[in-house]
């Protein structure tokens, strides 16, 4: 059920094309160091990059200036706050909203208008005011264990009322954020790198990077950066990477790589002004023109 599932997703947000593609990656990027070495990957690599920036920028090439689907984003983790009021989850199926333009009131909505996005731990008026990030920066500028946080004492009670299908015991969650301590010492260590520069530097697929162990091919690789939307004024609203977002304003660090998902079709004309007036103010989603 799960792969027919996957099947259908893919050719419901992509068509045969992407589905074809998908089925390349999951054949030959797989989880064996071996498997990036071999032609089949190093041709992946070559004509993958290429593909999907076709693919996802059909919607943006209808603009006088269209911005690469795929380009990274380099902002101050402060800069993101609010958060987009598309659809709750906005994050879900995320790698198939690359390229997106949306018109309407999304990025004015309250995502806490919905009663499922008011209980989550990673939502509030702010970012920096949700439960998650509290929880983050209690724990690693005060030395709070992770069991006295509220984030740990809320996820635990959602495994004991059965509300998780992962982490589903109390050694899961333990393993969890053991997992997010060796995350934060890593960026610490070795600053806050971007997922194709972490792909660079190792042979294997990062382990545990989704419960599935699917491979982590091109558009895995983007959609698991920090993701904002951009509403028509140029606000950048959280959609995920809600650890990582965390971490990085925990610790300070001065920039963070993002990709954005959907821009509001305001927004793209706002884009197509500064383009041809070849007087661009200083916003992350200008630096192209």
Not at 190 to 199: A, E, P, S
Not at 250 to 265: F, Y
Request: glycine share 6%.
């Amino acid at each position: 059920m799960k792969i027919q599932r996957w099947l259908r997703e893919n050719l419901d947000h992509g068509g045969s094309d992407l589905l074809a593609i998908r089925l390349y990656e999951r054949a030959f990027i797989g989880t064996s160091p071996l498997n990036f070495v071999t032609p089949a990957a190093n041709l992946y690599w070559r004509l993958a990059p290429s593909y999907y920036r076709w693919k996802f920028g059909q919607n943006l090439r209808q603009y006088e200036y269209p911005p690469d689907p795929f380009k990274i984003l380099w902002v101050c983790p402060d800069q993101i706050e609010k958060y987009t009021g598309r659809q709750f989850p906005p994050w879900e199926h995320r790698e198939y909203h690359f390229g997106r333009v949306e018109n309407g009131e999304w990025d004015r909505q309250d995502p806490r208008d919905n009663p499922k996005a008011a209980q989550s731990a990673s939502i509030a008026d702010r970012f920096s005011n949700s439960v998650l990030y509290q929880s983050f920066k209690n724990h690693f500028r005060s030395g709070m264990p992770w069991e006295e946080t509220e984030l740990y004492q809320r996820v635990r009670d959602r495994i004991d009322n059965e509300s998780y299908d992962w982490p589903t015991s109390e050694r899961d969650l333990r393993e969890r954020y053991e997992s997010l301590d060796a995350l934060y010492e890593e960026i610490i260590k070795n600053g806050y790198m971007t997922q194709m520069d972490l792909r660079k530097q190792s042979d294997t697929v990062d382990p545990g990077f989704n419960n599935s162990g699917d491979p982590k091919g091109f558009l895995e690789r983007f959609s698991h950066e920090i993701a904002v939307d951009i509403g028509r004024d140029g606000e950048l609203l959280f959609v995920d990477g809600r650890h990582r977002l965390a971490i990085a304003k925990v610790a300070e660090i001065p920039q963070v790589p993002i990709v954005v998902l959907v821009r509001h079709e305001k927004w793209m004309e706002n884009r197509n002004r500064a383009g041809r007036k070849k007087k661009v103010t200083s916003h992350p989603d200008l630096d192209d023109l």
